[in-house]
């Protein structure tokens, strides 16, 4: 079963919301055997996601009222079988850390053909959270096909 690990600063606004993004979408197309987890490169461990995360998932239909921040490790980078992040900076910092996962490193934007960073709503106003729903939307939607199929072929060679 392909695992999926996406990768925000601290893993309490966006990575939160597009792991269950993900989720939703990979059960929606028959995948619910698929495991979507999420982390922070600079994580409060345990920490609760941000409230406004929480209200605009909500309002998706989406639940992460139980989540809990974590950082990214050796483990769940060796378990995932793609690893997508919001940020270049996210991207860089993981291959340069972690060079045998590198392969499978891939900003979430670069699943629709582009690359640029999902702004950060962090201290910003609940607009900010609803752009970045939206946006995670577009990107998880217009690309769940190479997501798909890049956990896949990932997957494959593991086994």
Not at 61 to 71: E, F, P, Q, T, V
Request: aromatic share 6%.
């Amino acid at each position: 079963m392909p695992n999926v690990l996406i990768i925000c600063t601290a893993n309490i606004c966006r990575s939160p919301v597009a792991a269950a993004m993900l989720q939703d979408r990979l059960r929606k197309r028959g995948l619910a055997n698929w495991t979507v987890r999420s982390a922070g490169t600079w994580a409060i461990v345990a920490r609760g996601a941000s409230r406004y995360s929480i209200d605009v998932s909500r309002r998706g239909g989406l639940d992460i009222s139980n989540h809990r921040a974590r950082m990214v490790d050796e483990d769940q980078m060796n378990q995932a079988d793609l690893v997508l992040t919001m940020e270049v900076g996210h991207a860089e910092a993981l291959r340069a850390e972690f060079p045998k996962q590198a392969h499978k490193v891939y900003m979430l934007t670069e699943m629709t053909g582009h690359a640029y960073n999902v702004p950060d709503p962090y201290g910003g106003p609940l607009e900010g959270y609803e752009q970045m729903y939206d946006s995670l939307g577009e990107l998880i939607d217009g690309g769940l096909d190479r997501i798909i199929d890049l956990a896949q072929k990932n997957t494959n060679g593991r086994g």
